[in-house]
């Protein structure tokens, strides 16, 4: 049977932003092409990573291509880049043929591409949400201007995030979204927490399946120690690694010892923040030492080095990759016992919960992290999905919709 087109599309390159949802797309796409089936990357790219290059314009990047898009509306999901991006769309669909386009989200992408490509292909459109942005405008993060967790998306409710916009507005926002994920032909979601959270906001539950994460293998990791404690990821309020250091400092106070190394740069991240932050490590001194951004590349050596991975995160998270990576390594996970993160650990079993947004609570569960808890609980682990088990998963839904298609 001859293996599908497919053109896959995210909003960056994981060789620009080192985020999640760019390295599952990567991930997939190099998976797909083992296996045989003629796959495509397509990454947005801004002024930002490419200032010298024009809207619309295309550009490669080793196997894949770029797409230097320009103005774009995030509140409404909308690319307002006009004709130059529906060309450069078409020049795309016509170089690709592609009998399946995913989707990896809507952001920076645009909620208008659905319709873009129905006009111009006969590709079965798959979307992947990785985050809540069509639930949520305040960044997909669900959480109140007060800090406090949002469980549902009413118009009357957004709007007391976001005041300057009318009712009227968000409620436009609402159908719109929701007409054009309802229009796709499947929408993928990695996890069943994010499952449950699009489905009560009024997705069709016929049209969505859960496809896992997946993470590449890697040799078996280093024996653990049981004090050394890391952070991996973005340095950004929402990943609650102010809560990790207001919990180091604690613990410096008590000259606990351990180590707690945090791992990631600032790439989101307003110049506020970035003070905070230092402020913070300094406080935690001599505990928390900041090892500053990693390459992907290291992540296995840097696995081996510590023994626990805290993911302190502030809002619900969907299916958050460092979780997977340090499952990966037989590291035991300590998490926010919530959302996407709750899911992904069993508390007492693979890991250890503590509640949102409460260092002390967390400073208390980091000292009884000892090694032969951290023993216990890593052989508790099971190895991850990985990416070319992904890409079969994939494979199967792609061979479906095609199927379904010439029926």
Request: charged share 25%; with cysteine; proline share 6%.
């Amino acid at each position: 049977m001859t293996e599908p087109r497919i053109l896959q599309i995210v909003h960056d390159h994981p060789d620009v932003t080192n985020g999640g949802t760019e390295w599952i797309a990567a991930d997939l796409t190099r998976a797909l092409r083992r296996s045989g089936a003629p796959t495509t990357l397509l990454a947005a790219s801004t002024s930002l990573s490419r200032p010298e290059m024009a809207p619309g314009s295309l550009a490669e990047a080793g196997e894949d291509l770029l797409l230097r898009t320009g103005r774009y509306d995030a509140f409404a999901m909308l690319r307002l880049d006009g004709s130059g991006w529906i060309a450069a769309l078409e020049r795309i669909l016509g170089r690709t043929r592609p009998d399946i386009v995913h989707l990896h989200g809507l952001d920076r992408i645009g909620s208008d591409v659905v319709a873009a490509i129905r006009s111009r292909s006969r590709a079965r459109i798959v979307v992947t949400l990785h985050d809540f942005q069509p639930i949520c405008a305040k960044d997909g993060l669900m959480v109140t201007s007060e800090g406090a967790l949002c469980s549902r998306a009413e118009p009357a409710r957004c709007r007391q995030c976001l005041p300057e916009l009318s009712v009227a507005r968000h409620a436009l926002r609402e159908a719109h979204l929701k007409a054009v994920l309802s229009g796709v032909d499947l929408v993928v979601l990695p996890s069943r927490f994010a499952m449950e959270r699009y489905a009560a906001w009024g997705l069709p539950r016929e049209k969505m399946v859960l496809l896992p994460n997946g993470v590449p293998g890697r040799a078996p990791a280093l024996p653990v120690q049981g004090h050394r404690f890391a952070f991996f990821g973005n340095v950004a309020d929402h990943k609650g690694v102010h809560v990790l250091l207001d919990a180091a400092a604690r613990l410096a106070a008590r000259e606990a010892d351990l180590r707690i190394t945090i791992h990631g740069g600032f790439t989101w991240s307003a110049e506020a923040e970035r003070a905070g932050f230092e402020a913070a490590l300094a406080r935690a001194a001599p505990l928390a030492h900041n090892h500053g951004p990693y390459d992907r590349s290291d992540l296995p050596g840097l696995m081996d080095r510590t023994d626990w991975v805290v993911v302190p995160s502030t809002w619900w998270e969907n299916a958050p990759l460092v979780i997977l990576e340090a499952q990966r390594s037989g590291r035991p996970v300590i998490c926010t016992g919530i959302g996407g993160m709750a899911e992904a650990v069993e508390d007492g079993r693979t890991g250890l919960h503590v509640p949102r947004n409460d260092p002390a609570a967390l400073a208390e569960t980091i000292a009884r992290a000892d090694a032969d808890l951290c023993r216990r609980l890593a052989a508790n682990i099971r190895p991850p999905t990985d990416t070319d088990a992904m890409a079969q998963a994939h494979l199967a839904q792609y061979r479906r919709l095609c199927q379904e298609a010439l029926a």
